[in-house]
């Protein structure tokens, strides 16, 4: 009688591979975008993935370096096209500041181009943006402000030039509601729930959008500065 064929061994799992790298940013991105990251387990994630643990390790790290990472990948391109468009705009401008109209239109096409690009994630990761903003762990907010700090060093400057009677300090109080206004605007649930109920003319018209948002962050940033006096005032309850 012949003896049993020997059980097939299966083939190891490349975990240093570019693919499984991929595979995991892509799963942890939909899973954080469903959870949120203090819900996403490591053993969901591998599942998701079709991964061991060993390849989460070896290509992340920690959970936390992960979550970085699935932000990183869209961040980056995304903050560097404002930059470019910066740059661009400067070097047209010449010795002129760029104006306020102009630097928030560079700060949001890029984002909106991200929304429509299914590919770079789309809708899928500006929710998971939207939990990131609103997640209260320090590291996540840490992260966030290193991310973004080049490009709004840069855009603060502009802003400057452009906005030459607001002192910085409340030029940056300023741009921190700006930069509230453009991540609920795209990332928030309430957001995304308003673009589908718009038109469908007006739902992949980026153009329309900006000329809803832009004017009331112009007015804002704008508007005349508060007297030292009047600053006293309000402090003081009056």
């Known amino acids: 009688m012949p003896s049993p064929r020997p059980a097939r061994k299966a083939a190891p799992v490349d975990t240093t591979s570019q693919d499984t790298k991929s595979r995991i940013l892509d799963a942890a991105e939909s899973l954080?975008?469903?959870h949120g990251f203090e819900a996403t387990s490591l053993r969901?994630?591998?599942?998701?993935?079709?991964?061991n643990l060993a390849a989460v390790n070896y290509h992340f790290g920690t959970k936390e370096e992960l979550f970085e990472a699935v932000l990183?990948?869209?961040?980056?391109?995304m903050n560097q096209e404002r930059i470019d468009l910066l740059t661009?705009?400067?070097?047209?401008?010449g010795e002129k500041p760029v104006s306020c109209e102009k630097l928030i239109s560079a700060m949001l096409v890029p984002a909106?181009?991200?929304?429509?690009d299914e590919k770079r994630g789309g809708k899928h990761f500006l929710k998971v943006l939207g939990r990131a903003y609103a997640d209260p762990?320090?590291?996540?907010?840490?992260?966030?402000?290193?991310?973004?700090?080049?490009?709004?060093?840069?855009?603060?400057e502009a802003f400057h030039r452009a906005l030459p009677h607001l002192s910085r300090q409340e030029l940056t109080w300023r741009l921190h509601f700006v930069m509230g206004a453009l991540s609920y605007t795209l990332a928030g649930t309430d957001a995304l729930k308003l673009f589908s109920q718009v038109t469908a003319v007006e739902k992949d018209n980026d153009e329309l959008l900006i000329q809803r948002l832009a004017p009331f962050l112009v007015a804002g940033l704008k508007a005349p500065a508060?007297?030292?006096?009047?600053k006293l005032e309000l402090v003081a309850g009056d």
């Open 112 to 116: 909106l181009r991200l929304a429509r």
């Open 88 to 93: 661009r705009m400067e070097r047209e401008a």
């Open 44 to 51: 969901s994630l591998t599942s998701a993935a079709s991964v």
């Open 137 to 156: 762990a320090p590291f996540i907010r840490q992260f966030l402000s290193a991310q973004y700090a080049e490009m709004i060093a840069r855009y603060k």
């Open 72 to 77: 990183t990948r869209r961040l980056d391109p």
């Open 32 to 34: 954080f975008m469903e």
């Open 226 to 230: 508060l007297s030292e006096a009047r």
